[in-house]
């Protein structure tokens, strides 16, 4: 390394900070990888995300995470729209249109649980990836030639670590971010989002994988996971003005689902989980030598599958221009592209993306809704739409655009 031999440290073990950690090792920069979990309950996360687009697909296979994930997740090339008010089928997409474009014309159902117990065990077997579980992120100094980490280790004692640069995938919460006083811009939604797993088989009523459920008021999303046994996670917005306590006894879940689709007893539930959606994007993602990347930068609804997947898109871009810079073959500039790339992505990409397909799902007026449901049945039924449509989707066109931004 040209430019100094301390290594980077990337703080956060989740899909982002562990893609960053790899592809930076990969490129031979040595990297330490700070975690505040410990092995001991690093698995109890609680289970969220994981419909990885083929365009995330070929960088997890650049690393040969992809091949780990495969046998643990489902191939899903098809998506449906419903329209929850009849029961009817609005649209289906399929993937396949995307075969020449790349090899993985299909999203890949892993959540995000499997694809860090995956990858952090690849990072601790490397030989440039020295990871430190149970040690707490505290702040940073920096100055012209490395950044100064103060952690606490697991046995409560303070360190300091010698870094070239700090890459923040700490989440929404960045100690990193705050401590540089970069405004998280945007807004919350009033109403949480309520997660409800299941384990019932949805395709013998006609969907398939992943199912976007248009409603005015209550619209879901439907996405299977394989097991043992295989679950099926759904999607409900909830009135702001009702307490947790009420909408997650058991009978409030059962009757949510039986309102959803009724069955015979009751639906076996594997696990719930209430939160809020933000639809924030930070100022800058950079600050001298440390950088924001992932949920610490930008966060969104789920709607879509964005936000872990346009995080590891940002891992994979910074840990070029990192390796670059340390072997001496570009300068900090980059980071400012850096900058410039995944955050205008993150804005017009991301963010808009997101917050159409919440519209889209609960749109009110029915003269709208009529034409929303038109327009994507015409653009499924055409072979030259669905493409485009599914470039847009699968984030492919938001990595052309990111590439033309100097």
Known sequence: MAATNKPVVVVGAGPVG????????????PVTLVETMSDDNFLDQVPRAGSNHPSTLEFFDKIGLYER???????????????????????????????????????????????????????????????????????????????????????????????????????????????????????????????????????????????????????????????????????????????????????????????????????????????????RVAKSFRAGRVILLGDAAHVNSPIGGMGLNSGVHDAFNLADKLARILQGTADDAELDRYDRQRRQIAIKHTQAQTVRNKRLLEERDPAIRKRNHEELRRTAEDPALARKFLLRTALFDSLREAEQIQ
């Open 18 to 29: 562990l893609c960053l950690a790899l592809a930076l090792a990969q490129s031979e920069v």
């Open 69 to 279: 994930m495969l046998p643990r997740g489902i191939v899903a090339p098809r998506f449906q729209y419903w329209d929850r008010q009849d029961g009817a089928l609005i649209a289906e997409f399929d993937h396949t249109h995307l075969k020449e474009d790349t090899k993985f014309p299909f999203v890949l159902q892993c959540e995000r649980i499997k694809i860090i117990e995956e990858a952090l065990e690849m990072a601790k077997r490397h030989p440039l990836v020295k990871v430190r579980m149970a040690t707490t992120f505290t702040g940073f100094s920096q100055s012209g030639d490395g950044v100064q980490v103060f952690v606490t280790n697991s046995d409560g004692e303070r360190e300091t670590l010698q870094a070239s640069y700090l890459a923040s995938a700490e989440g929404a919460r960045s100690v990193a971010r705050k401590e540089m006083d970069i405004e998280f811009e945007g807004f919350t939604y009033p109403e949480r989002t309520l997660n409800i797993e299941v384990a019932y088989d949805f395709t013998k009523h006609g969907f398939t994988e992943r199912n976007y459920i248009s409603d005015p008021v209550e619209y879901s999303n439907l996405f299977h996971w394989k097991g043992p046994p295989d679950r099926w996670r759904i999607h409900f917005p909830t009135d702001p003005n009702e307490d947790e306590g009420s909408l997650t006894r058991s009978d409030a879940l059962q009757s949510r689902l039986k309102k959803f689709l009724p069955i015979d007893g009751d639906y076996e539930i594997c696990g719930w989980n209430l939160y809020a959606v933000h639809q």
